[in-house]
T-cell receptor, first 112, second 114 residues
Framework: GNSVTQMEGPVTLSEEAFLTINCTYT??????LFWYVQYPGEGLQLLLK?????DKGSNKGFEATYRKETTSFHLEKGSVQVSDSAVYFC???????????FGTGTKLQVIP | DTAVSQTPKYLVTQMGNDKSIKCEQN?????MYWYKQDSKKFLKIMFS???????INETVPNRFSPKSPDKAHLNLHINSLELGDSAVYFC?????????????FGQGTRLTVV
């Protein structure tokens, strides 16, 4: 079956530091890949997505590139802010499975 | 206007009780889901409905019974609550099943069984 593996958290960074959260996946077909963000006390919301190999998703300064050869979709941001503190989930959607499979989530804490 | 709303936001109840969580979406989506998030933030799908029909049931105990009266609503009823049912339950919806479809989540219902 499909699976998503994310780096363990929590990740603690100082404001304006560079962020990378690693994500790799296993899927039988050609999935779409997503990053969702969960702010404290809220539900998940879509941050960005990519639907085919070499696509780059971007939003709010965050980027991730769909790498089929390494089955990865790492999340990056050049300069994090305190307001980016949240839990980030990597996910994939495969038509064959008709559902979204989530990684375990990575908590990011940004300190001033 | 809340796209996906679920009630209640908090639910504290005793073991053995029966409780329900309601979910409504006003996005006109065909597909709705229930997810369970444990204390470590791990998110696991429980059920998925497409146009009121159950399409995914992820080996959830029979004590959990979803009901979809129409495609805008997906309620979750839980019988004989156990301590291990304590978690945050999220309702979500998407335009269609699978593919590159984004899921929209409600704010969650924090269930505490004592």
């Amino acid at each position: 079956g499909n699976s998503v593996t994310q780096m363990e958290g929590p990740v603690t960074l100082s404001e304006e530091a560079f962020l990378t959260i690693n994500c790799t996946y296993t899927a039988t077909g050609y999935p779409s890949l997503f990053w969702y963000v969960q702010y404290p006390g809220e539900g998940l919301q879509l941050l960005l997505k990519a639907t085919k190999a070499d696509d780059k998703g971007s939003n709010k300064g965050f980027e991730a590139t769909y790498r089929k050869e390494t089955t990865s979709f790492h999340l990056e941001k050049g300069s994090v802010q305190v307001s980016d503190s949240a839990v980030y989930f990597c996910a994939l959607s495969d038509r064959g499975y008709q559902k979204v499979t989530f990684g375990t989530g990575t908590k990011l804490q940004v300190i001033p | 206007d809340t796209a996906v709303s679920q009630t209640p936001k908090y639910l504290v109840t005793q073991m053995g009780n029966d409780k329900s969580i309601k979910c409504e979406q006003n996005l006109g989506h065909d597909t709705m889901y229930w997810y369970k998030q444990d204390s470590k933030k791990f998110l696991k799908i429980m059920f998925s409905y497409n146009n009121k029909e159950l399409i995914i049931n992820e080996t959830v105990p029979n004590r959990f019974s979803p009901k979809s009266p129409d495609k805008a609503h997906l309620n979750l009823h839980i019988n004989s609550l156990e301590l291990g049912d304590s978690a945050v339950y999220f309702c979500a919806s998407s335009l269609k099943v699978g593919g590159d479809t984004e899921a929209f989540f409600g704010q969650g219902t924090r269930l505490t069984v004592v």
